[in-house]
């Protein structure tokens, strides 16, 4: 590589929904700042008030490909088509980087964001927010979910979509089930050599996010989802502590009742209470089990991407 990767050929994934007027100016920008370097993969994740065209890329004077998805597949799954397509059809570049299109993820941070790549033996860049343009609600709730994620699966994920890959860790990631569950989850679970760098995130260029609270629940769900062993794991240690616990006070309650320290009712109610503790923590062991299997079973060791592609529209270097 140079020293920089945006100063040779780069490939930008970026997955858009119904926003063609904020991409159009990220587009401009990105060009402003990378000119020819930055090759732009379009993902447009079955749009259809605001279908993305190769318009928007022409008119920025962009190199690149605008892939129209059959239906939408959502964020998490748009990004796997498009680095998928990078995969297969663009092995000659050396460096990827995820973005959003609205603007919050700047394209001016990508300079920033590859950096680590000239000094560490790493594979992948991630953003790590050192600001956001969020409503407290937002705010906590994210909070919320980060403390829930590290209790559940003992690792902590403080990073999105916003990251650079070489082209060794970019085909590892393809060839992963995960990928198409959650990004970050799979970037995690990878074992690749991750850096991450603090970066400040940006306010929308246009219009207003069509995630919601019930889409960031899923989100969060289904990066939970990528680390299904190590929840089962978790929850199975704290049932098996409580029926332990449940155990040891049922015996204790009989033994008491044996020597004559119950007091009339307390006996019956206090076993009632426990044994519905013990069919309670049973029940949410097996529970976890078989939603772990499900997870497992359901999913494909490979995903085509081909198979959600309903056309991909080039823009040469001549068009523009």
Same mark, same amino acid.
């Given at each position: 590589?140079?020293?920089?990767?945006?100063?040779?050929?780069?490939?930008?994934?970026?997955?858009?929904?119904?926003?063609?007027?904020?991409?159009?100016?990220?587009?401009?920008?990105?060009?402003?700042?990378?000119?020819?370097?930055?090759?732009?993969?379009?993902?447009?994740?079955?749009?259809?008030?605001?279908?993305?065209?190769?318009?928007?890329?022409?008119?920025?004077?962009?190199?690149?490909?605008?892939?129209?998805?059959?239906?939408?597949?959502?964020?998490?799954?748009?990004?796997?088509?498009?680095?998928s397509y990078v995969a297969d059809q663009l092995p000659e570049i050396e460096c990827t980087v995820?973005? $959003?299109?609205?603007?919050? $993820?700047?394209?001016?941070?990508?300079?920033?964001?590859?950096?680590?790549?000239?000094?560490?033996?790493?594979?992948?860049?991630?953003?790590?927010?050192?600001?956001?343009?969020?409503?407290?609600?937002?705010?906590?709730?994210?909070?919320?979910?980060?403390?829930?994620?590290?209790?559940?699966?003992?690792?902590?994920?403080?990073?999105?979509?916003?990251?650079?890959?070489?082209?060794? +860790?970019?085909?590892?990631?393809?060839?992963?089930?995960?990928?198409w569950t959650h990004v970050a989850g799979c970037v995690l679970t990878s074992k690749l050599r991750?850096?991450?760098?603090?970066? $400040?995130?940006?306010?929308?260029? +246009?219009?207003?996010?069509?995630?919601?609270? @019930?889409?960031?629940?899923?989100?969060?769900?289904?990066?939970?989802?990528?680390? +299904?062993?190590?929840?089962?794991?978790?929850?199975?240690? @704290?049932?098996?502590?409580?029926?332990?616990?449940?155990?040891?006070?049922?015996?204790?309650?009989?033994?008491?009742?044996?020597?004559?320290? +119950?007091?009339?009712?307390?006996?019956?109610?206090?076993?009632?209470?426990?044994?519905?503790?013990?069919?309670?923590?049973?029940?949410?062991?097996?529970?976890?089990?078989?939603?772990?299997?499900?997870?497992?079973?359901?999913?494909t060791n490979t995903v085509d991407y081909k198979f959600y592609v309903s056309q991909v529209a080039?823009?040469?270097?001549?068009?523009?």
């Open positions: 590589m140079k020293k920089n990767s945006t100063e040779a050929r780069f490939a930008v994934v970026m997955p858009i929904y119904e926003d063609r007027e904020a991409s159009a100016r990220l587009f401009k920008e990105l060009y402003a700042e990378y000119g020819a370097n930055a090759y732009v993969v379009v993902v447009d994740d079955g749009s259809i008030a605001e279908p993305v065209t190769t318009e928007g890329l022409i008119d920025a004077k962009l190199d690149g490909a605008v892939i129209t998805l059959k239906r939408n597949v959502g964020h998490q799954r748009a990004i796997a088509v498009g680095l995820v973005m $959003d299109s609205d603007g919050e $993820d700047i394209p001016s941070s990508i300079r920033t964001l590859v950096e680590p790549f000239q000094r560490q033996q790493i594979d992948v860049v991630v953003a790590q927010r050192k600001s956001r343009v969020e409503t407290f609600k937002f705010k906590g709730f994210y909070l919320i979910y980060k403390a829930l994620f590290r209790l559940l699966t003992g690792r902590s994920i403080s990073f999105g979509n916003f990251m650079a890959l070489r082209m060794s +860790a970019l085909k590892r990631l393809v060839a992963m089930q995960e990928l991750v850096c991450t760098l603090p970066i $400040d995130r940006g306010p929308r260029y +246009a219009g207003v996010s069509k995630m919601n609270f @019930v889409g960031l629940a899923l989100h969060g769900f289904r990066a939970l989802m990528v680390f +299904a062993e190590d929840v089962l794991v978790r929850v199975g240690i @704290v049932c098996a502590g409580v029926a332990a616990l449940t155990i040891f006070c049922g015996v204790s309650a009989i033994a008491l009742k044996l020597a004559g320290f +119950a007091t009339p009712g307390w006996f019956s109610v206090a076993m009632g209470i426990l044994l519905l503790v013990f069919l309670q923590t049973g029940a949410l062991t097996l529970m976890t089990l078989m939603l772990t299997g499900v997870v497992r079973s359901g999913a080039h823009v040469k270097p001549q068009e523009t």
